[in-house]
């Protein structure tokens, strides 16, 4: 992948390889300094701010040093004490995040004074204190802070011992015309110093004046040579040194994408989850899909921003190319934009793939994945790769999409073929069988009218026939039976169906309602239609029983049949039917059995343990259901 990066100072446009080394025509990216240089000339650092910063950095260096001493030792104490008990436990967490505090304490005193960058990427949400404390103790990074910690009271004590050295000498160089003349004597000039009268010139009283403004230059020189060198050690502690945290980021969230993509049936759904989990692993403030100019998915910034910024994209100077990003930095957009304080803006293509019957996607109708981050904020060369995996995600999110709906396109042209060739075979017949009757009869009401009764009762029953078949076949048309009444309410009607369409005996006993959510209720009802279907064309049963209840917080869900039976054993690898049904079981976590033998008919048994139900509140109700015989439907009818 290829990302184009704008210059910091021409402001112009060059590639940087991703994956290898950049080429030699290619220009250098500018330098990133780590930390503040010091002053090229001599007296340089007694004018430099960062000097005083530096000075100050020192003088809260050692009290905070004492601080952290004390609380560790007495947390520690008091935690490892008390171990025996759950006290010492919560203690020793909370020392844990007494750590962290005043880790992140230090982090935002080195930033501020010692010019450094030492923020660190922003952690995973915990699930929990046991997950957090897991997550804490199985951070590097915090085993790294607890060692900047132990280093600062040495550190401390060797600034106060240097600087307190140094300092204190210059002073007293400094103060020698202030120790006190008692006279001349010639040309010597008489000091009193601790009781002892010393001779000294003019000019060697000047010297050591000239001493003690070197010395103190030095003085601060040293200082600062020890903040510059404490500067390389906060980074190296108390920042991502080697990222390991931020991989692990990355590789959960494209495992997560690769779960939503796998789970989610709402294309924008799992198109916002993905940028959610690109947000939460990166420093990005925000991201939005445009396809076509449109925001097909946002997270982070408010609807107005990713709007606004839709209708900007035109005028912005990014002519994405194939497998090619964007950093587009300084640039100032306008209005409600200019509100949200954005700062670099990351741009990808997303590749498109073409098929034989969709060309690929022109200008008008690309997709383009845009990350926004901060001000200040700088995304890495690292989460530049992971927005490029990110892109390949979506890309595979929105063909998965465009599958799905050919699927439905395709599916709903099958279910007309199949339902044509149910009217074709059945109705159609039955009402053809039924002309040719009523002119049998019409031609022999005046000659035999016994015989001609005979032809209209063969008439009616065809009438009848082709009367319960249309049910069956209107039953067959509503998918919606879940939506409208439940899950208990669909099995009603698919056993209902069956003694109407195959003329069996078929029985419902489901007393409640299950308060599962509508992924579950369709698996479960999906599994009664196979089982009910391999009944009727394969076991050629005369007698169907459902039970749906509630067993040990779960649900039960079972199908039993007096049919021909079969091997399990026997059918190797199992037929679709059957792979289908455990397959559903297996993706809801529930447990799938089927029992089978010859001449013994056929079980399939669906337990959904409690562990796996997803609640979905619905009001409960009585749904034991026999289905009603021929004679009651034509007599309702």
């Not at 085993?143 to 007293?172: D, H």
């Not at 994945?369 to 892109?391: C, M, N, Q």
């Not at 899950?487 to 009607?493: G, Q, S």
């Not at 091997?567 to 397959?583: A, I, Q």
Request: with cysteine.
């Amino acid at each position: 992948m290829q990302l184009l990066e704008d210059a910091a100072t021409g402001g112009g446009l060059y590639p940087v390889s991703m994956t290898s080394s950049a080429s030699p025509s290619a220009p250098a990216p500018p330098p990133v300094r780590p930390h503040p240089f010091a002053p090229r000339h001599y007296f340089g650092e007694l004018i430099d701010p960062a000097t005083y910063r530096h000075l100050l950095y020192h003088a809260f260096s050692l009290p905070l040093a004492l601080l952290y001493f004390s609380l560790f030792c007495v947390s520690f104490a008091l935690g490892a004490g008390l171990a025996v008990i759950v006290v010492g436990f919560f203690i020793l967490v909370g020392l844990l995040w007494l750590l962290l505090a005043c880790a992140d304490l230090e982090r935002l005193l080195g930033t501020a004074l010692l010019g450094v960058n030492l923020s660190r990427r922003r952690r995973l949400r915990p699930d929990g204190l046991w997950d957090w404390t897991r997550r804490t103790l199985s951070d590097v990074g915090n085993y790294k802070a607890a060692l900047y910690l132990a280093l600062k009271l040495p550190f401390s004590l060797l600034v106060l011992l240097v600087g307190g050295s140094l300092l204190s000498t210059a002073l007293v160089l400094l103060s020698a015309p202030f120790w006190g003349a008692s006279g001349l004597s010639g040309n010597w000039l008489l000091v009193e110093l601790n009781a002892q009268t010393y001779q000294m010139t003019v000019w060697s009283l000047a010297a050591l004046v000239l001493g003690g403004l070197a010395l103190m230059v030095l003085t601060v020189a040293a200082l600062n040579l020890l903040a510059r060198a404490w500067a390389f050690v906060s980074v190296a502690l108390l920042t991502d040194d080697g990222e390991g945290e931020q991989a692990q980021r990355e590789v959960q969230a494209l495992r997560q994408g690769a779960s939503t993509l796998a789970q989610r049936a709402d294309p924008a759904a799992a198109l916002g989850e993905l940028l959610s989990q690109g947000v939460r692993a990166t420093a990005a403030q925000g991201a939005v899909l445009l396809h076509a100019g449109q925001v097909a998915a946002e997270h982070g910034l408010p609807p107005e921003v990713t709007a606004a910024f839709a209708a900007l994209r035109p005028a912005l100077p990014l002519a994405l190319s194939d497998r090619q990003a964007h950093l587009l930095r300084g640039w100032q957009p306008p209005g409600t934009l200019q509100a949200a304080a954005l700062g670099t803006l990351v741009s990808l293509p997303v590749d498109l793939p073409a098929t034989h019957t969709q060309p690929p996607a022109g200008p008008d109708e690309a997709a383009e994945l845009h990350a926004f981050y901060p001000r200040g904020k700088e995304p890495s060369r690292r989460e530049l790769e992971f927005w490029g995996a990110v892109t390949d995600q979506v890309a595979v999110a929105q063909e998965t999409a465009r599958l799905l709906q050919q699927a439905r396109l395709q599916g709903s042209e099958q279910e007309r073929a199949r339902l044509a060739r149910d009217l074709h075979d059945s109705v159609a017949q039955a009402l053809y069988g039924i002309a040719l009757g009523t002119r049998a009869a019409r031609a022999q009401l005046s000659r035999d009218p016994a015989r001609a009764s005979e032809h209209l009762e063969y008439a009616v029953q065809l009438a009848d026939g082709a009367a319960s078949e249309m049910k069956a076949l209107l039953f067959a048309l509503r998918p919606d039976a879940l939506e409208e009444g439940g899950l208990t309410a669909a099995l009603a009607r698919l056993s209902e169906m069956l003694t109407l369409r195959y003329h069996l005996k078929s029985t419902l006993d489901a007393p409640l309602e299950p308060t599962l959510n509508a992924e579950q209720k369709g698996a479960l009802y999906r599994i009664a239609q196979e089982a009910v279907h391999n009944a009727v064309k394969h076991a050629q049963a005369g007698t169907v029983a459902l039970r749906l209840h509630p067993q040990e917080g779960g649900w039960r869900l079972q199908i039993h049949d007096d049919g021909k039976g079969f091997d399990p054993g026997g059918v190797r690898g199992g037929t679709l039917g059957l792979k289908s049904m455990r397959e559903r079981a297996d993706d809801m976590g529930a447990q799938f059995d089927l029992r089978s033998a010859p001449a013994g008919g056929t079980t399939v048994r669906v337990h959904l343990p409690a562990a796996r139900i997803v609640a979905h509140p619905l009001p409960e109700r009585s749904a034991q259901t026999t289905a009603p015989s021929d004679q009651t439907i034509q007599e309702n009818s």
